[in-house]
Nanobody, 120 residues
Framework: QVQLVESGGGLVQAGGSLRLSCTTSGSIFSFNAMEWYRQGPGNQRELVAH???????DYAESVKGRFTISRDRANNMMLLKMNSLKPEDTGLYLC??????????????WGKGTLVTVSS
């Protein structure tokens, strides 16, 4: 059973920075893709950043130029560096990992999230 564990959230003032981490029991490079989602007060879930197995990245328009997703091979974790944080970045940040089975089925795994609160 794949388990994902997020850490690094906290309370920060607007303009500040945080670095989120997502660790797993297996190798992060075994996944087809990994992503960070953000869940707001209304429980809507928004895709924030995506990294494919070949290292290509993609970001939500609202975080482009401020957030950076990466994978740390040495520590076997996925990272999200968040700079110039805004109050609207507040939310529960969840790690998602996608695997493809031999038959081509997509399996998604989720962590429980880490809370980020940005004060104005």
């Amino acid at each position: 059973q794949v388990q994902l564990v997020e850490s690094g959230g906290g309370l920060v003032q607007a303009g500040g920075s945080l670095r989120l981490s997502c660790t797993t029991s297996g190798s992060i490079f075994s996944f087809n893709a990994m992503e960070w989602y953000r869940q707001g007060p209304g429980n809507q879930r928004e895709l924030v950043a995506h990294i494919a197995s070949d290292g290509r990245t993609d970001y939500a328009e609202s975080v482009k130029g401020r957030f950076t997703i990466s994978r740390d091979r040495a520590n076997n974790m996925m990272l999200l560096k968040m700079n110039s944080l805004k109050p609207e970045d507040t939310g529960l940040y969840l790690c998602n990992a996608e695997s493809l089975t031999e038959l081509g089925y997509v399996l998604n795994y989720w962590g429980k999230g880490t809370l980020v609160t940005v004060s104005s």
